[in-house]
Nanobody
Framework: QVELVESGGGYVQPGGSLVLSCIASGRTFRDDAMGWFRQAPEKEREFVALISADSETTFYADSVKGRFTLSRDNDLNTLYLRMNSLAPEDTAVYYC?????????????????????WGRGTLVTVSS
């Protein structure tokens, strides 16, 4: 099992930016699809963005397209999420997830709760 540890959350004003990081232990990081999800208060966890093992393919939720950028450094076993133009509706706990397969399969897995490896999350609060 790959252990995932998120960091970078915090408090930011509307319009601000944050960069989240997720460090993964284990030797399979460079072979796995990865992603970020979030859960706002009193809401279900939702997909934010996914990235393939080779970084060539990314998927973004419509709500974050053009504002968030997902990237990874396989040499550092680290996944990043750069978040710009943050709004109060982006307030949530953000979770890193790992999927031992293709990113297209990971996208399908999000629809039926088929992702089994999660970090503990990092809280992002956007408020004036």
């Amino acid at each position: 099992q790959v252990e995932l540890v998120e960091s970078g959350g915090g408090y930011v004003q509307p319009g601000g930016s944050l960069v989240l990081s997720c460090i993964a232990s284990g030797r399979t990081f460079r072979d796995d699809a990865m992603g970020w999800f979030r859960q706002a208060p009193e809401k279900e966890r939702e997909f934010v963005a996914l990235i393939s093992a080779d970084s060539e393919t990314t998927f973004y939720a419509d709500s974050v397209k053009g504002r968030f950028t997902l990237s990874r450094d396989n040499d550092l076993n680290t996944l990043y999420l750069r978040m710009n133009s943050l709004a109060p509706e982006d307030t949530a706990v953000y979770y890193c997830a790992q999927y031992p397969g293709d990113v297209h399969a990971m996208l399908v897995a999000t629809a039926y709760d088929g992702i089994n490896n999660w970090g503990r999350g990092t809280l992002v609060t956007v408020s004036s």
